[in-house]
């Protein structure tokens, strides 16, 4: 029976169910709220992208029909080939013509429909089917006719007709006749001079006649194909043809050969120069130019070699780069042609002068090989003595010719503001090698190459020197245009003086002569304070060098000789001295240290000289320390000072290290002391802790192997001296240094008695006092802790 509740009951019940209910739907859409925020929130999922097809439809589109278009070829070739004999002559001419008229015929209702693709193919197969044509025509009907020579009918022929095919209304829009046609096109003159039986000159001018017309298409065609077919065809036919002509120019041992070679030169250059100038405002203007400048050059050059002398190769050469110059003043000329002829001749002037380069090395580098035979005695000309076992170059004569001209070039030819200064710099160095190299080409006598270099070195110093300041300055360039000039001289004149100095090492006379003369040129030329920090180090060097000589000359010792030396370093440091803060200052010091080095290694072989030598150094480096900027320079002149005591003791055969560390303590306490006086902050372990181990380490080594008493007694007498002194004076140094020398010298003296000892004692005492000596330091190994924290204190507090 189902139990029904009263009204109110169920009234209640259901109130309670709809709250229930409320709160559910409430819970529900605050929970949708926060999902559709966190969805607007969050970013849009990347759309998955359909898959990238790898051969998109155009592309599969070609590959077929190229497929088809190589297959349908093999398949007539095949025919043609090996099922051309089944037929009769008039089966051969009906197949092998309906087929090729047919392959011609199709892309016109093609290019109707818009099929280009495939008219493209088609036509492709109607090329290929002429050339089998061609071919089958000469093996059936004209079996007897030379196979070059019908070659190169054919390949015309065919070049007339894939042309005419391709320019026909109904078949302009096919791109491949035009460039297939200019292909075939580069064969007919190559093959009639081959089956001609032409000289190479022949073939030569097929191929530049060639590379002639298909220059003229790649400038006048219109359609790209074209004008890429043809630019190949030119380049790869004229550089074959150029690269030809070059070599028949190269080998030309008649004037008759020279001059066809060089008629087939001027047309590869007439090729290039026309198409530089249909070409303005291209890139390839410029690099067309300069070729057509070098071929003109190798053609003038070329033809003038057979009836020239070898040595006049190169010069005749440069001529004609040089008369490329005059293209820059005609007024007619395009500027890309100028700028082309003027590059060049550049590059005909660098390779003139880089065939230069052998003879004047040789002449600059070549007398440094005297340098093993000073003063074996004077060549017989000027090229012997730069020569020695180096061989001359051949057909050299002329090599002055050509610098003095390239020279003149840069002088007469460069009138730009900014490039002006960089070709009077060339110029210089240019005539500087032309008077170098005059000599040895014209085998002078030794002594008047020794005045033509000493004449360079000398004009370059002054001019250097009086190279002009105040010139007029254009408008945007640097301030200074002149500082070049000036730094060439000066390294022109370095250069030849080294050169100059080398080659005078041949003979005694003429070693003394060229060294004073270059000191006393350039100690002239440091009193121009901008050469100064390269001359006057100059000038002390040839000093050294002469002060050797000297001594070589005088028949001296080289330690007597290395008192004339230090006469360098007494002159550097005076100088210095008085140059104060100038640029020229630390070059002069550094040079007069490299001459008391030399100085020293020359009188090392005589140590009492050699004593005297390092005390004159110290002289001089104390002098140097006096100056207030130079105050570290005292160490080096102290460490002389020592150096000249221990090499004096011992030369004397002193074997007392006291003697040795004595001079080096009393100097460093005395040092020290003085700087505890100035600065009485200063670390005693600073002012005297050197000075204190410099004597009392080493005599403490010596007195532990001494066997008498005398070293050891004073030694623990001069130890406890000091080790009171530091008491006294609450200085660590001199404490703790003079203890422990104090201790371990009484320990030395100890040890013979500690010995005896131990051998009375027996085998277990040892360990057992050992072992007691642990046990009362771990009993009062907090009271040893405190009177170690205290004895640090009081050493802490002390100075």
């Known amino acids: 029976m189902t139990h029904i509740p009263p009204p109110a009951e169920e009234l209640r019940l259901l109130d309670a169910e709809l709250w229930h209910l409320d709160a559910r739907r409430a819970q529900l859409l605050t929970r949708r709220a926060w999902l559709i925020a966190a969805l607007h929130q969050a970013p849009p999922p990347a759309p998955v992208a359909p898959p990238r097809p790898e051969a998109p439809a155009p592309r599969v589109q070609n590959v077929l029909?190229?497929?088809?278009?190589?297959?349908?070829?093999?398949?007539?070739?095949?025919?043609?080939?090996?099922?051309?004999?089944?037929?009769?002559?008039?089966?051969?001419?009906?197949?092998?013509?309906?087929?090729?008229?047919?392959?011609?015929?199709?892309?016109?209702?093609?290019?109707?429909?818009?099929?280009?693709?495939?008219?493209?193919?088609?036509a492709g197969l109607g090329l290929a089917l002429t050339v089998l044509d061609a071919y089958a025509l000469h093996e059936v009907a004209l079996p007897e006719v030379d196979g070059t020579g019908y070659a190169a009918l054919a390949s015309a022929a065919l070049a007339v007709l894939w042309a005419g095919y391709g320019l026909l209304p109904t078949t302009s829009d096919l791109r491949l006749p035009l460039p297939a046609a200019l292909a075939s096109a580069q064969l007919p003159l190559l093959l009639w001079s081959l089956a001609a039986d032409a000289v190479p000159y022949g073939v030569t001018a097929a191929l530049l006649v060639t590379a002639a017309f298909d220059t003229g298409v790649a400038l006048r065609a219109t359609a790209r194909s074209v004008r890429i077919a043809a630019t190949v065809g030119a380049y790869g036919t004229g550089a074959w043809g150029v690269l030809a002509a070059g070599w028949l120019s190269w080998t030309a041992t008649g004037t008759s050969a020279a001059a066809r070679a060089a008629a087939l030169l001027l047309l590869g250059a007439a090729i290039a120069l026309g198409a530089a100038w249909r070409s303005q405002g291209e890139q390839r203007a410029v690099p067309l130019a300069v070729t057509a400048g070098l071929l003109t050059v190798a053609a003038f050059g070329g033809a003038a070699r057979p009836v020239l002398p070898e040595a006049w190769t190169v010069p005749v050469h440069l001529a004609c780069g040089i008369a490329l110059l005059a293209a820059m003043r005609a007024g007619r000329l395009p500027e890309a042609v100028r700028h082309g002829f003027a590059w060049a001749s550049g590059a005909v002037q660098a390779l003139a002068l880089l065939w230069t380069l052998p003879v004047v090395t040789l002449a600059v580098l070549g007398p440094v090989g005297w340098a093993e035979r000073a003063w074996a005695g004077t060549p017989s000309d000027a090229r012997a003595a730069v020569t020695l076992d180096a061989p001359w170059p051949q057909h050299a004569e002329t090599v002055p010719v050509v610098l003095a001209a390239v020279a003149a070039v840069l002088v007469l030819a460069v009138r730009d503001a900014v490039w002006r200064p960089r070709a009077l710099c060339g110029a210089s160095g240019l005539t500087w090698a032309t008077v170098i190299v005059l000599p040895s080409v014209l085998e002078l006598p030794y002594a008047m190459g020794l005045l033509a270099q000493g004449t360079v070195a000398a004009g370059a110093l002054g001019g250097a020197v009086h190279v002009r300041r105040g010139a007029a300055v254009p408008t945007g360039t640097p301030s200074r245009p002149l500082v070049p000039t000036r730094l060439t001289a000066l390294v022109l004149a370095l250069v030849t003086s080294l050169s100059l100095t080398f080659l005078a090492l041949a003979s005694q006379a003429a070693t003394l002569t060229v060294l004073s003369i270059l000191t006393v040129l350039f100690a002239t030329a440091s009193w121009q304070s901008r050469l100064a920090p390269a001359t006057a180090p100059a000038a002390l060097a040839y000093a050294a060098a002469?002060?050797?000589?000297?001594?070589?000359?005088?028949?001296?010792?080289?330690?007597?000789?290395?008192?004339?030396?230090?006469?360098?370093?007494?002159?550097?440091?005076?100088?210095?001295?008085?140059?104060?803060?100038?640029?020229?200052?630390?070059?002069?010091?550094?040079t007069g240290a490299v001459a008391g080095l030399l100085a020293m290694g020359l009188a090392v072989t005589d140590p009492p000289?050699?004593?005297?030598?390092?005390?004159?150094?110290?002289?001089?480096?104390?002098?140097?320390a006096i100056r207030p900027d130079r105050r570290p320079v005292g160490y080096a002149a102290a460490a002389l000072f020592v150096l000249a005591t221990w090499v004096r003791l011992a030369a004397w055969e002193v074997e007392t290290p006291e003697a040795y560390t004595l001079p080096v303590t009393v100097p460093a306490l005395l040092v020290g002391a003085l700087?505890?006086?100035?600065?009485?902050?200063a670390s005693s372990w600073t002012a005297y802790g050197p000075g204190l181990a410099a004597t009392l380490v080493p005599s403490l080594v010596a007195a532990w192997g001494d066997a008498h008493w005398t070293r050891p007694l004073l030694l623990g007498v001069a130890a406890l001296l000091v080790t009171l002194l530091g008491a006294r004076h609450h200085l660590q140094a001199p404490l703790l240094l003079g203890g422990w020398v104090l201790t371990l010298d009484a320990l030395h003296e100890l040890a013979p008695y500690l010995v005896q000892v131990t051998d009375a004692l027996p085998r277990w005492v040892p360990p057992a006092l050992a072992g007691l000596l642990l046990l009362a330091l771990g009993a009062t190994y907090e009271q040893r802790l405190r009177d170690v924290r205290r004895v640090r204190e009081v050493l802490g507090k002390m100075n």
Do not use: N
Request: hydrophobic letters at 60%.
């Open 546 to 590: 002469l002060a050797c000589a000297t001594g070589a000359a005088m028949d001296w010792q080289p330690s007597h000789t290395a008192l004339l030396v230090l006469a360098v370093p007494v002159a550097a440091a005076a100088l210095a001295a008085r140059l104060g803060g100038a640029p020229a200052t630390v070059p002069v010091e550094i």
């Open 609 to 624: 000289l050699l004593a005297v030598v390092l005390a004159l150094g110290g002289v001089i480096a104390a002098g140097t």
């Open 65 to 122: 029909l190229l497929l088809g278009g190589v297959l349908l070829t093999i398949a007539a070739m095949v025919f043609t080939l090996v099922s051309w004999g089944h037929l009769g002559i008039a089966g051969r001419a009906v197949v092998l013509g309906a087929v090729t008229l047919a392959a011609l015929a199709a892309p016109v209702p093609l290019l109707k429909r818009g099929l280009r693709s495939t008219a493209e193919s088609v």
């Open 675 to 681: 700087r505890r006086r100035r600065d009485p902050q």
